[in-house]
């Protein structure tokens, strides 16, 4: 509710009668093979269960399937499944661990969060992603999303992150960005002149609320923004059934968010999530994920704090992330949508009513959702 919201190692070779046909060499650090790259590696994340494979060997192998149906230049195969190989997809309980030592990172895959310990002078992170491939920079553990939303843990808190956003009414009467006195620097803007008014520092995040592919319609509203606003909220829990709201393709979401990548470089594309099961056993399966969307950030919004529960529920937390992992979303593609709310008329999925999180409670959510870009999947 957007009223609501406050991380195959063998070469192929072709022959016809006597004539080789040789394949060009795979550069995945340059184009147009890092994009190749890029989008087999999408593919499987949509099409291969990171978290419900059967062993990480039959992860690899579906991995290999995808990458040899996706690739354009095959002999990049190899880099996508040494991706899939060097995760932790299949295996339970393990995680990505970032051992800097003097001469630079390495990442390893370990058995539990335990076993990612620091010695002899070096240092550990555990990874916020699934794949080596992802999960460490030269100095420590990759934040999600790279240099725009970011989310470092530290103990014992909740996550820090770059970027604060809260929707709605966000500017007072003398047209001032009211929520940036308490610490918000994501401002909800719908127009060019909220944009421009932000003070520096402070991005803007543009709500469209389309869902028809990328017309003229959508091109009108988007283009007045291009090389200004940090990014798009392109739906608020877009329907793909349209059994409880307008439907909204996964193709055209694709379009739109194609479009955006296209002619607004850097800008990110963001929705959130509909569930489409019960808060406790939710589901995002067959909905949206960056391979059938090519959408950037998905907001997930568990909201734990209800009166049927007598308090918060915060395992809900944990089995919304679960899930949209397994339905194809990277954990550095989620963004946690805090509860900070509660009354009114609103009823929740389980009969009951939201209730305002206390201070403590508003606390737990935070430290669940950073126990979640760690381990809790």
Known sequence: MRQHV???????????????????ACDSRTEPDQTDVANARAAVAANCDCAGAASHGAYVRCAAQQANATLVNKSCAGAVKK???????????????????????????????????????????????????????SSGCATTTGSTTTTTLVGGGGPVTGLHYAPNNNFDSSGNYAPGTVGFNLADVSSVSELTSLS????????????????????????????????????????????????????NLM????????????????????????????TYANTYNPGNSHIDLYGLDPYPCRTEVGGCDYSM?????????????????????????????????????????????EQ?????WATCFQSCV
């Open 6 to 24: 406050a991380s195959i190692l063998a070469w192929l070779c072709l022959f016809f009668a006597t004539v080789p046909v040789a394949l060009v």
């Open 200 to 251: 520096s520092g402070v991005k803007g995040l543009v709500w469209i609320g389309l869902c028809d592919g990328a017309n003229s319609q959508f091109i009108n509203a988007v283009q007045p923004f291009a090389g200004k606003a940090f990014g798009f909220y392109l739906m608020d829990e877009p329907d793909p059934t349209g059994q409880s709201a307008p439907l909204c393709t996964a193709i």
């Open 83 to 137: 991706c899939a190989a060097k995760s932790t997809c299949g295996r339970l309980d393990a995680v990505t661990c970032c051992v800097t030592k003097t001469g630079g990172t390495k990442c390893r895959i370990k058995r539990d969060p335990a076993h990612c310990t620091a010695s002899n002078g070096s240092t550990a992170c555990m990874g916020t992603y699934t794949s080596c491939c992802d999960a460490c920079t």
């Open 364 to 368: 737990q959510i935070l430290s669940t």
């Open 317 to 361: 937390i944990p089995s919304a992330v679960a899930v949209a992992e397994a339905a194809g979303i990277p954990v550095g593609s989620i963004v946690p949508v805090y509860q900070a709310f509660g009354g009114g008329k609103w009823v929740d999925d389980g009969g009951g009513k939201y209730t305002l999180p206390t201070s403590s409670q």
């Open 255 to 282: 379009a739109e968010s194609d479009w955006i990548h296209a002619n607004v470089p850097g800008a990110k594309t963001f929705i959130v999530l509909m569930n489409f099961n019960t808060s406790t056993s939710p």
